[in-house]
């Protein structure tokens, strides 16, 4: 049975919500504890690195704990639900730290809320994506929804990218931390409200049926799952890559770009990159879909990515920068290719479900989506690590109200910030590239022999 319009559009919608708050944590989570409540560069780090290795090992198991929930709304929608709503809790005190604390007391408290928000996220995340295999078919219906809803997510993260600074100082004036609570709040509240949306009309149709692995059993399924391992390993050298970018792309606007203008400029640049992205996604990649295989699309949007990380290290040392405008040429690759890829990696994730069924004979949607959330996080935690480093080690960690910033910065550690953001991602990419020719198998044909070979033992069994 064909999914209807109203499962797709609330879907979508969660993914907006769902990926607005995650926009907002790992984009700005750093900025706001590091130069407003002025917590060191490496503790910082260090603090963000262990909590997202920490979540991150959690993720199987929460897979695990979904696999094993049986109730009378599935098995997907009350992890959902519950995750949301005590995630967007989290979220608000994440933003919201008591102005009182300083020294130790502040270190332990953004510890104890991030943690305690990547473990909520959690929650919510797996069972979200879990969804697709268990109410759709394979082929172009599960790829037209993981589409839709990757560009939702886009959306959703475009959406925070282009508005966070804007409406912090239009919430809280000269005092941003205040500011960042009350945006803190507005979108706790609207993730709660598209999540809510989304368990009330999109329901599972049909999951196999089998007993919930132990979590020995699972890690076993996902070593002998080899093509989920590949897929995984190359979405943590793709996302350790562009999030490095991402999480220093602040602080090249105010040390680097710089002028008194700096924070309308850097908005005008996620706002044109935003859009590529979101126009990527269901634009750009249905039109290349038209033409070629989707493992050739995505060699395609990897070579973008190199292109656009080479063209902004050539404009940073050949130029003046004196626009932001001609920064608009990396970022129409960059964030081009990240629209595609987003929504190509969670193709090839979804493949491995049955892939891994057909070879393991088990169907083990949730244990090969927390994969994804773990390599996500996993490689989230290693970049800020890597930004964290960059910040101290190039003396970039001051303070970043002001407006004669640039001119108090040496050109050496300009010079780091502009390597660090370019060339170590360009090498994450070559190293995907690599893995992925050598690894992958499975391509169009081969997915199409996997359902026929589950279609017929399904049927005989």
């Known amino acids: 049975m064909k999914l209807s319009v109203r499962e797709k559009a609330a879907y979508g919608l969660g993914a907006v919500g769902k990926d607005m708050v995650y926009m907002l944590s790992s984009s700005y989570v750093l900025y706001y504890y590091q130069d407003l409540l002025k917590v060191n560069a490496i503790a910082m780090g260090a603090i963000l690195l262990f909590a997202r290795v920490f979540d991150a090992f959690n993720d199987p198991i929460m897979g695990v704990l979904v696999a094993r929930t049986r109730t009378r709304w599935g098995k997907f929608r009350p992890w959902l639900f519950i995750g949301t709503l005590l995630n967007a809790v989290v979220l608000y005190f994440l933003f919201a730290a008591p102005p009182a604390l300083d020294g130790g007391g502040l270190v332990a408290y953004a510890a104890i809320a991030y943690i305690l928000w990547g473990v909520t996220y959690t929650m919510m995340d797996i069972p979200y994506w879990s969804m697709i295999p268990a109410f759709t078919e394979s082929g172009k219906e599960r790829e037209g929804l993981t589409t839709l809803a990757r560009s939702c997510a886009g959306v959703g993260s475009a959406i925070v990218t282009i508005i966070t600074m804007l409406s912090v100082q239009a919430l809280g004036g000269d005092n941003e931390l205040a500011g960042f609570g009350r945006f803190g709040l507005i979108i706790a509240v609207l993730f709660l409200l598209t999540i809510t949306i989304t368990c009330v009309f999109v329901r599972e149709k049909s999951t196999v049926d089998v007993d919930a692995p132990s979590v020995g ?13 590949v897929v995984a390993l190359t979405i943590v050298l793709i996302n350790c890559s562009i999030y490095i ?38 634009l750009l990649f249905p039109l290349l879909r038209r033409f070629f295989s989707a493992v050739q699309v995505f060699y395609v949007a990897l070579g973008m990515a190199i292109a ?67 390599v996500v996080k996993l490689a989230s935690g290693v970049a800020v690590m890597v930004a964290s480093l960059c910040l101290h080690l190039f003396n970039l960690s001051k303070d970043t109200d002001a407006v004669g910033a640039v001119e108090g910065v040496a050109r050496s550690s300009i010079v780091g910030l502009r390597m660090t953001m370019t060339v170590v991602p360009i090498g994450g990419l070559v190293l995907a590239i690599l893995l992925f020719r050598r690894k992958f198998l499975l391509d169009e044909q081969k997915v199409r022999e996997i359902s026929e070979q589950l279609r017929a033992e399904h049927k005989n069994g």
Do not use: C
Not at 267 to 275: I, M
């Open 217 to 229: 059993q699972m890690f076993r399924a996902l070593v002998q799952n080899d093509q989920a391992m």
């Open 245 to 282: 970018t991402s999480n220093l792309v602040i602080y090249f606007f105010k040390y680097d770009f710089g002028g008194a203008a700096w924070k309308d400029s850097y908005t005008l640049f996620n706002t044109f990159g935003g859009g590529i992205q979101i126009l990527s996604m269901m």
């Open 308 to 374: 656009g990380y080479a063209s902004l290290l050539l404009l940073a040392f050949g130029t003046t920068m004196s626009s932001v405008v001609i920064l608009f040429v990396p970022a129409f690759f960059i964030f081009g290719a990240n629209g595609v890829l987003t929504v190509l990696t969670t193709v090839f994730l979804a493949d491995t479900v049955d892939y891994g069924e057909l070879k393991n004979h088990r169907r083990d949607e949730s244990v090969i989506f927390s994969m994804q959330t773990f």
